[in-house]
């Protein structure tokens, strides 16, 4: 008996799994126009953040809704505002090929007094899921004895609630508004569609409030819930909150937090774990006017990269896609008798969800890597983060003015060049057609003549940043990546001269010290912290049989007491009958010493001979067993 089998890998791209063998026309001149992504595109995300729109917008302003009907109806459809003639919309995806409809509607504009849509117009999306990459985790972190609830106005908690359930869903739907704002970021930057990705699990879904009133399931983001060993008076302990002048242990709460995710997740060498954590128990304190239990922080080590951010403005947030719009034009003015005025920045609801869900982006960016820039997410344009998701803002507390009649795509705030680049070859963000790293992501650099410094590093060389006199924010640099991966890929070694990073340089910089932070694609690094005194005279020694030979850049941190600098010409590289035969390491924690040995039974030590006795000795020409991420090594 023939069975009937349906595959997807087998459709032509042009064709939609409706039977339709090419797109089909609009149905009219007013028909919405997709102009952020072309159709038969590939995404690899849940949620895509799409831009348009209605007719042409210089002859017609038009106002009006659009409609979002989604693939086989395996969503509920989503309404979206048309202002102006433009249009922003979250676009809910399945795996595999989704063909979406868009319909507009408008007084302003007669329709058919059908069933059937006047202005519609459809395109195809294909959505293959990423599991190859780290996820980021999201994480809900609460008291051991905590009620789970978080600040809200009482017409909020009558209304929505306050509990664990609700603040799951209003986070998982920030971290996919993190997701689609990143992903678009990406790909205006020329580097695709690239996001970090979640776990996902399955259980009762969320994006849209049908589904919690017909109980469908889908695979959505995992927020984890943990409960750390401190109470919630310990939490909020004045001492520990961040934004408490007199506060003397700021930084315990990221700590704590650190050790929660250590024993929850229990990372395994080699494996780092990406977090991202929701302090539930935050707390506006209406006698101190802080807000305790709150931490903004992002950093970690190679088990857990983590970031913290505490739920004071999580009243504010949308918890499904009909609320993000909603959500982003709320003038309602916030209560300090019951939630905080973050920053005094969060003066209505629109503005505090601006505040909380991009400065919480702005920590989850340091966990990424990101330091602070000169422009971005990175500094705080976060307060403009509603311009992403909307095409008309309202009046502003902050500013004391109307907000942006129309905000278009080169007004909202964004993702810096060097961050994007950083994302480009960061683990998170990887695709499965990325070729595969070497292992070594490491820098090396060295002078030679000429005022020439040679750079290389095995998995290629991804960008410079350039830094001049004190700065400690990156003003210029050189980039090598590219999007595509084509042309061979970035280089994996090159020539610099001052010349090439002065002419990067604005004219009140050039005769400045320059400092540079060299990144591999292997997300390795290395910091030059005078490029001018590496390619002086100071670099250059003359060795024993006449020759000159260049310094190499200092290994080592030289921070402990006791620490000076020595240096070592290996008797091998001057004398041809001297035979290097074994290098021994010795270290306990750190590296003390390298000692070099000959076949003539001489050796040279550099350093001290300390740490584990007898150290660890590495014979020349055998193969040996290296790991690159044992901590004596760092």
């Known amino acids: 008996m023939a069975a009937n089998r349906n595959s997807v890998a087998g459709m032509s791209l042009a064709q939609s799994v409706n039977g339709a063998t090419a797109p089909k026309p609009p149905t009219s001149a007013f028909a919405p126009r997709v102009l952020s992504i ?15 729109q209605i007719a042409d917008p210089s002859q017609q302003a038009l106002d ?39 319909d507009f509607s408008s007084p302003k504009v007669a329709s058919n007094n059908s069933s059937i849509p006047a202005h519609s117009s459809w395109i195809n999306i294909n959505c293959l899921p990423v599991t190859t990459s780290p996820p980021v985790q ?25 509990d664990l359930d609700t603040a799951k869903r209003k986070f998982r739907m920030a971290a996919y508004l993190w997701q689609a704002f990143t992903g678009e970021q990406m790909y205006r930057n020329g580097f695709g569609r690239r996001s970090f990705r979640f776990e996902e699990e399955w259980q009762s879904g969320t994006l849209t409030f049908r589904d919690r009133a017909s109980g469908q399931m889908r695979s959505e983001a995992k927020i984890h819930v943990v409960r750390c060993d401190k109470t919630v008076k310990e939490l909020r302990d004045l001492n520990l909150a961040q934004q408490y002048d007199k506060a003397s242990r700021k930084g315990d709460l990221f700590n704590i937090a650190m050790e929660a995710m250590k024993g929850y997740f229990k990372p395994t060498q080699g494996q780092t774990q990406y977090v991202s954590v929701l302090l539930l128990d935050a707390h506006w304190d209406t006698k101190y006017k802080t807000i305790t239990g709150h931490a903004a922080l992002g950093g970690g080590s190679n088990e857990v990269r983590l970031a913290v951010f505490g739920s004071q403005a999580l ?13 982003f034009t709320d003038c309602t003015r916030t209560d300090t008798s019951f939630v905080a005025n973050d920053c005094n920045e969060s003066g209505s609801n629109w503005e505090a969800a601006n505040i909380g869900i991009g400065a919480h982006l702005h920590e989850t960016g340091h966990m990424l890597g990101c330091p602070h820039q000169e422009s971005g997410i ?10 992403t998701f909307s095409c008309r803002e309202p009046y502003s507390t902050r500013t004391k003015s109307p907000g942006m009649r129309l905000c278009l795509p080169k007004d909202e705030c964004g993702w810096h060049r060097l961050d994007t680049l950083r994302f480009r070859h960061h683990p998170c963000f990887r695709l499965p057609s990325d070729s595969p790293i070497n292992g070594d992501e490491s820098v090396r650099m060295w002078p030679v003549d000429n005022g020439k410094v040679i750079i290389t590093a ?23 990546s590219n999007g595509d991966g084509s042309s061979g890929g970035p280089p994996r070694q090159l020539v610099l001269t001052e010349n090439d990073l002065k002419f990067r340089l604005a004219e009140d910089r050039k005769n400045q010290k320059i400092k540079l932070c060299i990144h ?9 912290e005078d490029f001018g005194q590496l390619t002086s005279k100071s670099s250059v020694v003359k060795l024993p049989n006449g020759q000159i030979g260049f310094k190499s850049g200092q290994l080592g941190t030289s921070q402990q007491a006791g620490s000076r600098p020595e240096q070592v010409i290996l008797q091998s590289t001057v004398k041809q009958t001297k035979l290097l035969t074994s290098v021994k390491v010795y270290h306990g924690f750190a590296v003390d010493g390298i000692e070099f040995f000959y076949e003539d039974l001489t050796s040279q030590l550099f350093g001290k001979r300390g740490g584990q006795p007898g150290g660890s000795e590495f014979p020349l020409g055998m193969q040996v067993p290296f790991d690159r991420n044992h901590p004596e090594f760092h």
């Not at 972190?141 to 017409?155: M, N, Q, R, T």
């Not at 504010?316 to 909603?326: K, M, R």
């Open 64 to 102: 009006g809704s659009l409609t979002v009907c989604h693939h086989q109806d395996n969503f509920p459809p989503t309404v979206w505002p048309v202002n102006d003639s433009h249009f922003k919309a979250l676009v809910h995806l399945s795996p595999g090929p989704n063909r979406l409809r868009f």
């Open 520 to 528: 591999s694609v292997g997300q390795g690094d290395h910091t030059v």
């Open 315 to 327: 009243q504010s947030y949308p918890s499904c896609l009909e609320e993000v719009v909603p959500a």
């Open 378 to 387: 990175m500094l705080r344009d976060y307060i403009r983060f509603n311009r």
């Open 38 to 52: 072309t159709d038969n595109s590939w995404v690899n995300q849940k949620i895509l953040l799409i831009y348009g």
């Open 138 to 162: 999201l994480v809900i972190l609460l008291g051991k004895d905590s009620p789970g609830i978080f600040d809200a106005v009482p017409e909020r908690v009558h209304r929505e609630g306050n």
């Open 458 to 480: 095995p998995t290629g060389l991804a960008f410079i940043e350039i830094f001049t006199g004190d700065d400690s924010t990156c003003h210029a640099w050189i980039e090598y």
